[in-house]
């Protein structure tokens, strides 16, 4: 799905994607585009996309959305992208960006969707101490929209963080005592539908992240032996 596809980035985005294969959902609301945007990305295109006009600070349109779209993955372009505007109407750069984006990513956790390109800006290194800006430079901002792209920025690397595994292994096979214990404490720090998951086996430790296709073994994880806890900060598997 890609979010303000019929703009200039997008529009070029959408051609590339279906050159390679991808099956693309194009979602805007025309604010920064055109409709004609369309009807030529179709005479260009190799093969057919979908298309959904909608705004994404509608929270609930755009949750149906996931119900209606088999969605794998989100490049997210959409957003008021003018600086002077900007610094003329904060508010509505503030409104626009950040809840389209918020209610994307409630969107994609409850659809179970870990998948997301997100396009920022390079207005988030504000006045450069030189140029060609490098992508180590110390973030910092001068306007209302590269601030609402470093918020997003900020959002999204604590989303990543809490998007992990959390593995607990028993040796005696069944979820009670010291492991009940953190099971319910871990339901509490990290919301369910992050993939809390509990593993019982005596030996030694697999995991595997479905969603990834892939297995990982001999991983860090906590260790309940003889109701004595073992738990550190690197019992977390963290799923980038």
């Not at 025309?30 to 190799?46: D, H, M």
């Not at 969605?71 to 900007?86: C, T």
């Not at 901002?141 to 595994?165: C, F, Q």
């Not at 005596?202 to 260790?223: D, Q």
Request: proline share 4%; aromatic share 10%.
């Amino acid at each position: 799905m890609l979010t303000g596809g019929a703009g200039y980035i997008g529009s070029h985005t959408v051609l590339e994607l279906l050159d390679a294969g991808y099956d693309v959902l194009i979602v805007d609301n025309f604010v920064n585009s055109k409709p004609a945007v369309l009807k030529r990305l179709r005479a260009l295109a190799n093969k057919p996309f979908d298309f959904e006009e909608l705004d994404l600070t509608d929270a609930e349109a755009t949750d149906k959305l996931f119900d209606r779209y088999s969605i794998d993955g989100v490049i997210h372009f959409a957003a008021l992208k003018a600086v002077g505007e900007s610094v003329q109407k904060p508010l509505e750069y503030f409104r626009n960006n950040l809840d389209s984006t918020l209610n994307l990513l409630f969107a994609m956790k409850n659809h179970g969707v870990k998948q997301i390109v997100f396009s920022s800006s390079a207005t988030v290194y504000g006045d450069p101490v030189s140029v060609p800006i490098r992508e180590d430079f110390a973030l910092s901002v001068t306007n209302p929209y590269g601030r609402t792209k470093l918020m997003i920025e900020d959002m999204l690397r604590d989303v990543a963080r809490i998007t992990i595994y959390f593995f607990v292994i028993d040796t005696k096979g069944t979820p009670n005592g010291s492991t009940q214990y953190i099971y319910e404490m871990a339901k509490e720090l990290i919301d369910i539908n992050y993939n809390v998951t509990m593993l019982h086996q005596e030996k030694e430790f697999t995991g595997v992240a479905e969603w990834l296709g892939e297995e990982y073994s001999s991983i860090p994880h906590a260790c309940i032996e003889n109701e004595n806890i073992k738990v550190s900060t690197s019992d977390f598997l963290i799923i980038p």
